[in-house]
């Protein structure tokens, strides 16, 4: 759940008409420091959307940044008060700003802003603070903050073994001890599942994600929940939210989203999970608008246990031009599922596509802030899926962020030999990025049909990977057919070939970036790709191969077409797999193509890379929008801004939004 993208590297808001010719931001990239780089995103067709649409737009994305302090609380209950401390430090003109004490400071507060408290945003490890507990402690003098380090504070901030990681999954372990999240206090995990375990065994149907919205704590010796709600934990910032979603419902594109909000409001003001529901219901069913938001505490990615929902907030409106390519390939479902390169019997006999929504995000908070997902899947409760469907949506103008901030990053120049190649990615490399999300999301999953008695479960811990190879190989093998040509999605019939080209060169080379050398691919995603380039190379060597100029690895391929249909015999065995929940060959596949990874090849990868010096992780800084008022103070329009650094920014939030203590 959560996300579900397809490509390794990115789409865009480019192809959209309603691009201006000049481009707002003259440089994607804000900052780099430790192993983060910051971008810009922009609105791409923002200024076309009516007053109201601009208004309502505003109002959401003021209650995205409403709740910002809720989750850098949920995220370890000392976060805010050290960002207190440090943000003083950082401003305060007193303190030297030119000591290696100060510098080493300011990264460790932007590595802690990053990641909404001092826990890195994906490993999970604490940050070392690489400055002294004495210049701490004379700088939080000067900027007039010293009585909020006490000894626990300081043990917090410089013991490396002190409540070292935010989420600990280690099965060995209590995992409710030892994770140094904020979602738990005082209690084991085993007293936290025997809290929820009887509710859940007396629920049959429709049941309530229990434990979602609260914290759980001892008190008088007894476990119990302190929910999330306006007049409960966090009440501060979920009033705030509260306000915000009250002037959003009032110019409100139509009647069910004003009812989305009310239903919100109530489930903000009661903490009742029915109502969260209810709300995730119409939420889901609210498709006329072309103005959407996400506003709660929805992923539990950050819970060892799995159950509580991080805050987070996203707002945005509806990327048309986009939209309008998914729904061509979504109209014409049936013709993809009655041509697939499958076995005719796993073919499903009606299959409805998917439209998937391309967006633009306005507005990111919370949980998604300032690293943030390309897609969104909600909601993530099973039964509202099963019966009401789900969204998902691409964000198009992040995808086109990091796109623009790339160039020129010398990646390309590094790994691809061949000059057309290149060009061919920088002409159409976007648009097939797209593409193949696109028929990834809005086919890929829902093609093809199951033996009786075989369910997802059948293929027990392959299933993800050979499900995400699936949805990829639907794409892949369709991007290269004539009636995308015909339908005037793509450009010509060769265009695709530079992707190819790239799609097998991630798979089985640079996507090993992201892996320390040693380690084994684990990710599904990643799986999926290593999977379908090495079965490439391995079994059609006439077709494409890994060769050596200068003792550096390229992928060569020597035939366009005959990968093609290659990707169509990997997928007609794929869906077999599928189809028969045939465990035995989805193991054998995986284990002998996706998870273990040429040291050589790692090695020569991690060096080249290392040499460019790209930031592993990337996030984003949010444009500014503000509202405009005529002579009466009434507001006449809204402008957008991208001038914001990363720290001013950072700066504004905490004392615009700065609601907990
Ligand atoms: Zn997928």
Not at 301 to 319: A, F, M, Q, S
Not at 349 to 376: D, E, F, H, N
């Amino acid at each position: 759940m959560g996300v579900c993208v397809a490509g390794a590297t990115f789409t865009s808001c480019s192809q959209s008409e309603t691009e201006s010719s000049e481009d707002p931001i003259k440089n994607y990239s804000v900052e780099r420091f430790a192993d983060i780089e910051v971008l810009r995103y922009q609105l791409p067709g923002f200024n076309e959307l009516t007053l109201q649409q601009k208004e309502y737009i505003y109002y959401l994305s003021q209650a995205t940044n409403a709740g910002r302090d809720i989750t850098w609380d949920q995220f370890g209950k000392y976060n805010i008060k050290i960002r207190t401390i440090l943000e003083a430090i950082y401003t305060c003109e007193a303190v030297d700003k030119n000591s290696e004490d100060f510098k080493a400071m300011s990264t460790y507060l932007k590595r802690v802003w990053f990641s909404n408290g001092i826990y890195h945003h994906y490993a999970n490890d604490k940050f070392k603070a690489e400055f002294s507990k004495e210049f701490l402690k004379a700088a939080a003098e000067k900027a007039g903050v010293a009585e909020l380090i006490d000894e626990e504070i300081e043990k917090v901030i410089f013991d490396d073994t002190y409540l070292a990681k935010k989420v600990n999954k280690d099965a060995e372990a209590d995992v409710v001890l030892t994770s140094a999240g904020n979602f738990y206090e005082g209690v084991t995990q085993a007293e936290v599942e025997a809290l929820y375990k009887p509710l859940e065994a007396a629920c049959t149907n429709e049941c309530p994600s229990y434990g979602l919205n609260s914290k759980v704590i001892k008190a008088d010796g007894k476990v119990t929940e302190q929910k999330y709600t306006a007049n409960g934990l966090y009440g501060a910032a979920i009033k705030q939210i509260i306000y915000w979603l009250d002037k959003a419902r009032s110019v409100a594109e139509n009647e069910k989203q004003k009812e989305v909000i009310s239903t919100l409001i109530e489930y903000y003001e009661t903490g009742d999970l029915t109502t969260f529901d209810k709300y995730a219901v119409q939420w889901v069913q609210e498709t006329d608008g072309d103005v959407d938001f996400v506003n709660g505490f929805t992923e539990v990615y950050d819970d060892p246990l799995g159950r509580k929902g991080t805050w987070e907030g996203v707002t945005n409106y509806k990327d048309k031009v986009a939209t309008k390519r998914t729904e061509t390939i979504s109209a014409n479902a049936q013709w993809f599922e009655d041509n697939s390169p499958v076995d005719p019997k796993f073919r499903k006999p009606q299959v409805r596509g998917i439209v998937a929504k391309v967006i633009c995000a306005t507005m990111l908070g919370g949980g998604t802030a300032p690293s943030t997902a390309i897609g969104i899947n909600l909601p993530n409760a099973n039964w509202i899926r099963a019966e009401y469907g789900s969204k998902s949506v691409t964000i198009s103008n992040i995808t086109d962020a990091y796109d623009k901030a790339a160039r020129g990053n010398g990646f390309n120049a590094e790994f691809i030999a061949d000059a057309k190649i290149r060009e061919g990615l920088e002409k159409y490399g976007q648009l097939y990025d797209d593409l193949h999300t696109d028929l990834h999301e809005c086919l890929g999953h829902g093609s093809g049909r199951l033996n009786e008695g075989v369910t997802a479960s059948s293929l027990g811990i392959y299933h993800s990977a050979i499900e995400e190879a699936r949805a990829d190989l639907f794409g892949l093998y369709y991007m290269a057919d004539q009636k995308l040509v015909d339908l005037g999605i793509t450009p010509n019939a060769t265009a695709y070939e530079s992707y190819y080209y790239r799609y097998i060169m991630n798979g089985a080379m640079t996507q090993l970036t992201r892996i320390e050398l040693g380690n084994n691919i684990e990710e599904a995603h990643m799986q999926d790709r290593a999977l379908i380039a090495n079965w490439c190379l391995k079994n059609a060597p006439e077709v494409v191969s890994l060769v050596k100029i200068d003792d550096k690895t390229y992928v060569e391929v020597k035939d366009f077409k005959a990968l093609r249909q290659l990707f169509g015999k990997l997928l007609f065995e794929i869906q077999r797999i599928t189809s028969e929940g045939d465990i035995k060959a989805a193991q054998e596949l995986i284990e002998t193509y996706a998870v273990k990874v040429d040291t050589d090849i790692h090695e020569e990868i991690l060096n080249r890379i290392s040499k460019l010096s790209i930031a592993p992780y990337k996030g984003f800084v949010n444009p500014l929008i503000k509202p405009v008022y005529d002579a009466s103070g009434k507001i006449v329009d809204f402008e957008v801004t991208y001038n914001e650094m990363f720290d001013e920014q950072m700066l504004r939030y905490s004392k615009e939004f700065g609601f907990l203590k």
